[in-house]
């Protein structure tokens, strides 16, 4: 089956920094990719996509890479905020129904 | 148009107890999905229905764990015996007939002690 792996754990930057997290898969059959924020009590809150027919998707400070050959996809957050404090989980699935396979989750702290 | 609701936000119950925790979709949202996160680890996949069959239950951890939708609308999820593993943030999640984008609901924490 698809094994995701998401790396920082942990990540801190300074506020206006950016911020990027990176995660692999293993199924090359994979053509869904979202991304979820967590918050402290509340359930995770997808804040971008992608799907492999595109290379990169931006959505104001937010955006996401794809690279289907290497089989590693990344969030890119930049001019971050306090507000983006929480954890941040990459998923891998198909663009139909099938069940999303999660990484671990990385903690980000946004210092001001 | 209202999010994915959980009923209850948190459980506290004792180890042999039962507990039954609900979920309720967006409306229009044949696919149903139930994830448990457990102490810090992933957000691993439970089960799937489509509508009131059980598409996919190949997550579900073994057989103290029944999960119903009748009807197709809302869901719940019964665990009884409850042990000690089983605590942790049980997550739903919907999506439209035609599958893309899954949203979450709020989670229910359960601790069993």
């Known amino acids: 089956g698809e094994n995701v792996e998401q790396h920082p754990s942990t990540l801190s930057v300074q506020e206006g920094d950016s911020a990027v997290i990176k995660c692999t898969y293993s199924?090359?059959?994979?053509?869904?990719f979202p991304w979820y924020k967590q918050e402290l009590g509340k359930g995770p809150q997808l804040i971008i996509d992608?799907?492999?027919?595109?290379g990169e998707k931006k959505d104001q400070r937010i955006a996401v890479t794809l690279n289907k050959t290497a089989k590693h996809f990344s969030l890119h957050i930049t001019e971050t905020q306090p507000e983006d404090s929480a954890v941040y989980f990459c998923a891998v699935g198909d663009s139909g129904n099938t069940p999303l396979v999660f990484g671990k989750g990385t903690r980000l702290s946004v210092i001001a | 148009e209202a999010g994915v609701t959980q009923f209850p936000s948190h459980s506290v119950i004792e180890k042999g107890q039962t507990v039954t925790l609900r979920c309720d979709p967006i409306s229009g949202h044949d696919n149903l999905y139930w994830y448990r996160r457990v102490m810090g680890k992933e957000i691993k996949f439970l089960l799937h229905f489509v509508k009131e069959s059980k598409q996919d239950e190949s997550g579900m951890p073994n057989n103290r764990f029944l999960a119903e939708r009748t009807g197709g609308t809302y869901s719940t999820l019964k665990v009884q015996p409850a042990e000690l593993e089983d605590s942790g943030v049980y997550f739903c999640a919907s999506s439209h007939p035609g599958g893309g984008k899954r949203y979450f609901g709020p989670g229910t924490r359960l601790t069993v002690t």
């Open positions: 199924d090359s059959a994979s053509n869904y």
């Open positions: 992608i799907r492999s027919n595109v």
